[in-house]
């Protein structure tokens, strides 16, 4: 199993930046990719980044060109810039590998306007 601890999130303005990071312990060396979701207020849960092993990466349209998802081993870092009030959400560190698939416990991103 994996363990997922995420820290990094806060209030922040419009036009700021923010960077979320999580740290995997446990069975890392069995991660195959690791990515960050989002959840708003009476919204579902939805893909923000994820990067695989070979470092190739996918995102949201909504955040292409703003966020930027890095990994190093079993951590992964989010980079989010230009933030909009429409990112507020708690944001969700996830794995997945042999194990199955693990959730960190959340961090609040704030953005006022």
């Known amino acids: 199993q994996v363990q997922l601890v995420e820290s990094g999130g806060g209030l922040v303005q419009a036009g700021g930046s923010l960077r979320l990071s999580c740290v995997g312990s446990?069975?890392?060396?069995?991660?195959?990719?690791m990515g960050w979701y989002r959840q708003a207020p009476g919204k579902q849960r939805e893909l923000v980044a994820i990067i695989n092993n070979g470092g190739s990466t996918n995102y949201a349209d909504s955040v292409k060109g703003r966020f930027t998802i890095s990994r190093d081993n079993a951590k992964s870092t989010l980079q989010m810039n230009s933030l909009k009030p429409e990112d507020t959400a708690i944001y969700y560190c996830y794995a997945v590998g042999y194990f199955g698939s693990s959730w960190g416990q959340g961090t609040q991103v704030t953005v006022s306007s």
């Open positions: 446990g069975s890392i060396f069995s991660i195959n990719r």
